[in-house]
């Protein structure tokens, strides 16, 4: 497999070969959100690169032009490890535009978790840490990448996490209005609920999808459903996420709060910025107390007060039952035992048939 996608396509495409911005390009390896994703070798450097080039199509639109290069603008002023770097951008004599980037020895996290499932608590705070220090460097040069999801975030072989593609990035910097308002931008399994719904946008949105990543890892299945955009749209909007101990029943507390505050459906219940969420995701990584509160997308965990492990709620049990339950002693009886209620009410039947007796015997 390599970086950007999972297998070279068959030499049928007509690019192959050719040489673009200096480098020969050899294989199609992906398609990405602004153009076809090609594996190339820079001629002079004799290095593996990415080059991105967009669809003649798609080129004929003025608008789509201007987003393919905002991606490089955007990219190429973020050096940061965690962030794939843009190396160059231009168009050829024959007018295809194109983005040569750093190429990564590694996969995908799509591909990673189909091959492998579910994550571990460890190397899920790892992989998603290292994505928010990527995007800590984004916010603060004040791009919002708007499409966090798994096809987005690289794994080397060595184990570091890169984020890439920044086909969507908004760039707070930029007047140029490229979609119209309330326009939807992202993936509609990663897209923060807020977004065609308010006129601004902010590092939320992005905090949201990695959230839903978060979630993805932990528990290898997607946190929403459908068929279609909107039925997953719908059902971000009315219906309740599963909490985490539906699928790893002995999730801890503080990484249920976590995953839950960056998932709030309300943006201003979220981390406020990166910088918030890194201090709790470098807390879980020491295991260290965390700032998140419980989650108000979720029911209160189950666990008795001071425990760090959340477990599934029973029904029609009291919280003392439960205590109780935990500490491995019987329950107390809360009301009144059966065979006493049985008792009371022979007697009363009794007392009645007395009364009658008496009072016929003294009539007589």
Known sequence: ATALGPTPSPDSDPLLGEVIGGCQINAKIGQGGMGAIYLARHTALQKDVVVKILPPESAANPRTVERFFREARAAARLEHPNIVQVQDVNTTERGLHYIVMQYIDGENLEEKIRRDGRHSVKDAVNIVLQVARGLKAAHEAEVIHRDIKAENILVTNSGTVKVTDFGLAKDLNSELKLTADGAMIGTPLYMAPEIGRVKEIDGRV???????????????????????????????????????????????????????????????????????????????????????????????????????????????????????????????????????????????????????????????
Do not use: C
Request: glycine share 8%.
């Open 206 to 364: 992005d905090i949201y999808s990695l959230g839903v990543t978060f979630y993805y890892l932990l528990t290898g299945i997607q946190p929403f459903r459908g068929f279609s955009a909107l039925e997953i749209l719908s059902a971000k909007a009315h219906d309740q996420l599963k909490p985490p101990e539906e699928h790893i029943p002995d999730i801890e507390e503080p990484v249920r709060n976590v995953l839950g505050k960056m998932l709030e459906k309300d943006r201003d219940m979220r981390y406020r910025n990166v910088d918030e969420l890194m201090r709790d995701l470098e807390a879980l990584d020491r295991g260290l107390p965390v700032e998140a509160p419980p989650p108000s997308i979720w029911p209160p965990s189950a666990g008795p007060a001071g425990s760090t492990r959340v477990t599934r709620r029973k029904r029609g049990t009291t919280a003392r039952a439960r205590e109780r339950e935990r500490k491995g002693k019987p329950a107390k009886q809360t009301g009144v035992p059966p065979l006493l209620i049985l008792g009371l009410a022979g007697a009363g039947v009794l007392v009645i048939a007395l009364i009658v007796v008496l009072v016929v015997l003294v009539s007589n």
